[in-house]
């Protein structure tokens, strides 16, 4: 046999035994990322088995009606009334604030950056805002209480020390970032031809940005905002330092709530024994919480799919 074709049937069996070992290798990589996936899917059913577990023997001696409908929530007290009304209108009512904050400065704030900022002042600016995410939020939560709240009394010498406005105001503040640098992403996305085609029409920057730059993004910034509303619905320790703990049934900004996220805090820290119904409400309340928040990302998820605009 000749030396060349010793050498070709060398260089096959190298080739073949290159494959075998990327087949290998690719395989080892597959089966790793598997299990990190199944790994995230089973945690996550774990959690919703352990809430649904615990919520049923707290409804085992609740009626659903009563949680649902009553308008006082004193677990905690010698007259027990488990009414979550008064919990999900104190997570309202700083939800809504924070977004009365947080949506129309983070949309102006990514209209600046993405058609009137240059290209420098965006590459300075938008990391700079980004770093109010990453601020503790206790550090806000007393900024709430110890310096907006005061401030704020100045203003409105009604407002209690613990209320809902200065919580809300900050916690609007925190989420402002996310706001933003989401709808900035999507507004950065718009393709340059539509902008142009607009221009060229004589249209000014504000026609372009109201009418072009924003109804085409509107999937984008509609997906942040209600990110940005589940992150506000499950903020706890601004809640829980500058609101108070009052489960009132009220929409008043300037008095006491209590939210779903503080009711847990409290509940956990230790002086409630465990087993008890007491005890019980806060995997109730959780599973509140969880709902709220699911239901929020199916909202997210249909608005993207159902106003998202395909370029070419």
Same mark, same amino acid.
């Given at each position: 046999m000749s030396s060349a +074709?010793?050498?070709?049937?060398? $260089?096959?069996? !190298? =080739?073949?035994? $290159?494959r075998r070992k990327s087949r290998? =290798? !690719?395989? #080892?990589?597959? *089966?790793?990322?598997? %299990?990190?996936?199944?790994?995230? #899917?089973?945690? /996550?059913? $774990?959690?919703?088995?352990?809430?649904? &577990? !615990?919520?049923?023997?707290?409804?085992?001696?609740?009626? %659903?009606?009563?949680?649902? &409908?009553?308008?006082e929530w004193t677990p905690l007290f010698e007259e027990q009334h488990?009414?979550?009304?008064?919990?999900?209108l104190g997570t309202l009512l700083t939800t809504v604030i924070a977004m009365a904050v947080s949506l129309p400065f983070g949309i102006l704030s990514a209209v600046f950056l993405s058609e009137y900022a240059p290209d420098r002042a965006r590459r300075i600016i938008k990391p700079i805002l980004e770093i109010l995410a990453g601020i503790p939020t206790v550090v806000y939560g007393y900024f709430a209480l110890m310096f907006v709240t005061p401030v704020l009394q100045n203003i409105i010498p009604s407002l209690q020390a613990f209320n809902a406005l200065s919580p809300g105001i900050v916690m609007g503040i925190m989420i402002l970032p996310m706001m933003a640098s989401l709808s900035e992403d999507a507004m950065y996305a718009v393709p340059r031809s539509l902008k142009d085609a607009a221009a060229a029409l004589g249209s000014s920057k504000y026609q372009i940005a109201l009418k072009v730059i924003i109804?085409?993004? &509107?999937?984008?910034?509609?997906?942040? $905002?209600?990110? @940005? +509303?589940?992150?506000?619905?499950? !903020?706890?320790?601004? +809640? @829980?330092? @500058?609101?108070?703990?009052?489960?009132? &049934? /009220?929409? *008043?900004p300037l008095v006491p709530v209590q939210t779903m996220t503080a009711y847990i805090v409290q509940v956990s820290l230790g002086d409630t024994p465990a087993g008890t119904l007491e005890h019980k409400t806060i995997f109730a309340v959780?599973?509140? %919480?969880?709902?709220?928040?699911?239901?929020? *990302?199916?909202?997210?998820?249909?608005?993207?799919?159902?106003?998202?605009e395909a370029y070419e």
């Open positions: +074709v010793i050498s070709k049937k060398k $260089g096959l069996s !190298e =080739q073949s035994a $290159g290998f =290798q !690719e395989r #080892i990589i597959f *089966n790793v990322l598997s %299990l990190f996936g199944m790994l995230s #899917i089973l945690t /996550t059913a $774990g959690i919703i088995g352990v809430l649904i &577990f !615990e919520a049923w023997a707290f409804f085992m001696e609740v009626p %659903l009606l009563s949680f649902l &409908f009553d308008t488990f009414g979550i009304l008064p919990l999900l109804p085409s993004a &509107f999937s984008g910034i509609t997906a942040a $905002g209600i990110l @940005a +509303v589940s992150r506000a619905i499950g !903020e706890t320790m601004i +809640v @829980a330092i @500058a609101a108070g703990q009052q489960a009132q &049934f /009220t929409l *008043n959780g599973m509140m %919480l969880f709902l709220s928040t699911l239901l929020l *990302n199916v909202i997210s998820h249909y608005l993207r799919k159902r106003f998202r």
